[in-house]
């Protein structure tokens, strides 16, 4: 979606980019993987986020980043599943489910 805004691919898989990346996907301190952790343990969107004092900005952006990405005609399946799982539209197994049993396709064609 970077290039299809005018961006650089080079952005995001630069040192600051993808550090940012990795430690959003595997800090326990990240507020993303918290939420995502909880979810992943059972626990609803409104429990998840109940009593916290600080945002999780994946829940806030999911809704954003998937309406750009359809406007754009991107295919974005991750962002997909996320904002789905936070919209109670589907749930964590399923959402797996489902980008797991996706066709094998190459990246960039």
Known sequence: MTEALGGRAETVTGLCGLGDLVLTCSSPQSR???LGL????GQTVEQALAGKRSVAEG???APAVRELSRKLGVE???IEAVAAVLAGETTVDAA???LLSRPLKPERE
Do not use: H, R, V
């Open 59 to 61: 829940y806030e952006s």
């Open 96 to 98: 797996i489910e489902s």
């Open 76 to 78: 974005t399946p991750i």
């Open 32 to 34: 993303n993987m918290s």
């Open 38 to 41: 909880a979810l992943g343990q």
